[in-house]
T-cell receptor, first 114, second 114 residues
Framework: GNSVTQMEGPVTLSEEAFLTINCTYT??????LFWYVQYPGEGLQLLLK?????DKGSNKGFEATYRKETTSFHLEKGSVQVSDSAVYFC?????????????FGSGTQLTVLP | ETGVTQTPRHLVMGMTNKKSLKCEQH?????MYWYKQSAKKPLELMFV???????ENNSVPSRFSPECPNSSHLFLHLHTLQPEDSALYLC?????????????FGNGTRLTVT
């Protein structure tokens, strides 16, 4: 079956540091890949997505590239801010795109210190 | 404003109580979901409703009973819960015609079972 593995947190960085959160997946076919973010006290929000190999999703300074050869979708940001402190979830959906087939990773807690 | 509103935000109940969680989406979506989020575990999909019809029940115990009277409203009726049911319960919606189909989440109900 499908699975998503994220780097374990928590991750603590200083403001303006470079961020990488690793995500690898196991899936049949060509899934779509997502990063969701959960700010304190809130539900999850879609951060970015990629639907095919070599696609790059980007939003709010975050980027992730769909790498089929390494089955990875690592999240990166060049300069983090305190407001980026949140939990980040990598997820994939099966090729049909049905949300009921969405598989989430266990989440990575990011804390950015001023 | 997320477009998906959940009430109450916090709920404390005893094991013999009966309570209900409510979710309302203002996005015109046709699919709604209940997820359970426990500490250090991946999100668990509980129920899926598509056009008011339940299409998924992921082996959820019968003490959780969903109800979807229309495409905009979703309830989760709770009775005789256990302490291990304490978690954040997230409602989400999606438009099943979009490919891929990102989820829009509410802010959740933090449930504590005493």
């Amino acid at each position: 079956g499908n699975s998503v593995t994220q780097m374990e947190g928590p991750v603590t960085l200083s403001e303006e540091a470079f961020l990488t959160i690793n995500c690898t997946y196991t899936a049949t076919g060509y899934p779509s890949l997502f990063w969701y973010v959960q700010y304190p006290g809130e539900g999850l929000q879609l951060l970015l997505k990629a639907t095919k190999a070599d696609d790059k999703g980007s939003n709010k300074g975050f980027e992730a590239t769909y790498r089929k050869e390494t089955t990875s979708f690592h999240l990166e940001k060049g300069s983090v801010q305190v407001s980026d402190s949140a939990v980040y979830f990598c997820a994939l959906s099966d090729p049909s795109g049905s949300a009921r087939q969405l598989t989430f990773g266990s989440g990575t807690q990011l804390t950015v210190l001023p | 404003e997320t477009g998906v509103t959940q009430t109450p935000r916090h709920l404390v109940m005893g094991m013999t109580n009966k309570k209900s969680l409510k979710c309302e989406q203002h996005l015109g979506h046709n699919a709604m979901y209940w997820y359970k989020q426990s500490a250090k575990k991946p999100l668990e999909l509980m129920f899926v409703y598509n056009f008011k019809e339940q299409t998924e029940n992921n082996s959820v115990p019968s003490r959780f009973s969903p109800e979807c009277p229309n495409s905009s409203h979703l309830f989760l009726h709770l009775h005789t819960l256990q302490p291990e049911d304490s978690a954040l319960y997230l409602c989400a919606s999606s438009q099943e015609r979009d490919i891929p189909r990102p989820l829009h989440f509410g802010n959740g109900t933090r449930l504590t079972v005493t």
